[in-house]
């Protein structure tokens, strides 16, 4: 007895071939270019990311020499024979070209520069504090371990030797200075020079004091100019001043102004000691 397939079938066949091929080839590619771009974001993979990767690869490439026609046949130390699709996984999993095995930059230590720059986005008056170049950059790297080295004249610093498997990888890092901090907790360690933005601290910005007569009674309301800034004390004769940063510099003029009492004033070096005024009442003619 003899079968016969109607050309139907032969029309829907040749159809779901086509189809797997094409599933077959987009699969392969899509994987294939996921790794490619893995790897430009971890060029220097961890050993478990380097075997996830060759796995990854290997079976996209198979993938797609799956639909390739013809056949394929491998023996890998008298141990693994494959043919087809299987073939070619083994020859991409277990071949290792000589520059791959050679000596790479990921195995060197990096050498990583930091600049320092003030924040574009902020306004910063002339006579804020420079930084200090006794300040000090601390970098914390993931094995724990924390890196210190100071700011030179340049307002750079300088880490050497920092392990290669750190590349690219986000770490915590601040610093120590009297006037100013960094505008981010986190850095990306990178082989070029990386630019940190550095902005005012807190130490500058809060100016409080007292207002009293001579006979030491608060004295409400009493009007404060601090430069350009204007404040009122409150029932117990104090005030408090929390200055924008393009305000912020070193020494202040403060004067005090209430009706009935002589007009004062001082220089006042900000981080020093609470500023205390003591008004003498106008004399009546």
């Known amino acids: 007895m003899q079968y016969y397939m109607s050309n139907n079938t032969k029309i829907e066949n040749r159809s779901t071939k086509k189809n797997e091929i094409s599933y077959s080839i987009a699969i392969g590619c899509f994987f294939t270019t996921v790794v490619l771009i893995l790897i430009t974001i ?15 690869i290997s079976i996209s490439i198979a993938g797609i020499a799956a639909a390739i026609p013809g056949f394929f046949r491998i023996q890998y130390k008298n141990i693994i024979r494959a043919g087809g699709a299987l073939g070619v996984f083994v020859l991409v999993y277990f071949y290792n070209p000589k520059v791959i095995n050679s000596t790479h930059k990921c195995d060197e230590p990096l050498n990583v520069i930091f600049s320092l720059k ?42 050497p030797k920092i392990d290669s498997r750190w590349l690219n990888m986000r770490v915590p890092i601040r610093m120590e200075d009297n006037y100013w901090e960094l505008s981010q907790d986190s850095i990306i360690l990178s082989e070029n020079r990386v630019i940190l933005f550095i902005r005012p601290n807190e130490s500058l910005r809060n100016i409080k004091g007292k207002v009293m007569s001579s ?40 004067r005090i102004s209430v009706p009935g009492f002589l007009d004062t004033g001082c220089y006042y ?16 003619r």
């Open 215 to 254: 006979n030491g009674i608060p004295i409400y309301n009493a009007t404060i100019y601090i430069d350009d800034t204007t404040i009122t004390t409150d029932i117990n004769g104090d005030y408090k001043a929390r200055l924008p940063y393009h305000r912020l510099k070193d020494i202040y003029i403060i």
């Open 118 to 159: 003030k924040d574009p986005s902020l306004t910063i008056l002339p006579e804020y504090p420079k930084l200090n170049p006794l300040s000090k950059l601390i970098l914390e790297l993931p094995n724990g371990k924390t890196e210190i080295n100071s700011i030179n004249y340049n307002n750079e610093s300088f880490f």
């Open 269 to 284: 070096r900000a981080n020093s000691s609470m500023p205390q005024f003591y008004l003498s009442k106008k004399n009546k």
């Open 42 to 56: 971890f060029p220097c993979p961890s050993s478990s990311q380097y075997l996830f990767f060759r796995i990854v």
